[in-house]
């Protein structure tokens, strides 16, 4: 089933609807976007789960302390442990997480936050190696595969804020 919508300059839109296989994507879209979202809440307020409330961010902690300090060892750890702790690094990092978090939940900017998503997850598989349990893959590749498969599949459309951004009116 099709709808067709005209508009003005005799442009013609169909709109079809959503399948089974756009709910899994909005889903995944969905999902991964609140592991940023509480990724960037935990280390804000420290709420007890990764983070403890002695360690948040407002109350004076570093949200890339803990994670880049353990780096050290690792293959790149001199280049992801230097930069632990510095201020700049903490805020880049908190506003990727809210960003990449909140414009994944809504379902807009949806390629942007995949593309800054698989990023941060890249850098933060590298900061890894050589890695524990596998020789190269891990949750981190794992999300960030997933990212790509939503910007590809316009995930931001099916429960989601995209298809209204797009729209004319709002040009």
Known sequence: MTATVSRNAGATVTATPATPLNYVWAAARISLGWIFLWAFLDKTFGWGFATP???????????T??????????????????????VWVDWLFMAGLLGIGAAL????????????????????WAAELPLANNPFMDDHIVYAIVLVGLALANAGETLGLGKYVRQPYLK
């Open 65 to 86: 302390t803990g994670f880049l300090k353990g780096t050290g060892e690792n293959a790149l750890g001199g280049f992801f442990s230097g930069l632990a702790g510095q």
């Open 53 to 63: 409330a002695e360690r948040a961010w407002i109350n004076g902690g570093s949200p």
């Open 105 to 124: 939940i809504l379902g807009i900017g949806t390629r942007v936050a995949a593309a800054t998503g698989g990023l941060l997850l890249v850098l933060m």
